[in-house]
């Protein structure tokens, strides 16, 4: 998981066609938006999962700094 350095917003590379960056907004009073978990080994976990309808249609979750294809 990369920090883009806004604390609101996540970013990180298209694990499947690494072709464009995804982003997920983490303020609770946006649309869509996910949370983040960071657990006590230095990884993180986003929920829900991450679906990007345009591009190449990736759909994912992260969960402890992997992806788990759906
Ligand atoms: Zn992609």
Known sequence: MEEDGFEEQAAMLCPRCHDHILHMNLLPDERPC????????????L????WRKK???VH???RRGRVHWT
């Open 47 to 50: 929920h829900p999962s991450v």
């Open 55 to 57: 591009d190449c249609g």
């Open 60 to 62: 994912f979750w992260l």
């Open 34 to 45: 996910w949370k983040i978990t960071c657990h006590d080994d230095g990884t993180a976990s």
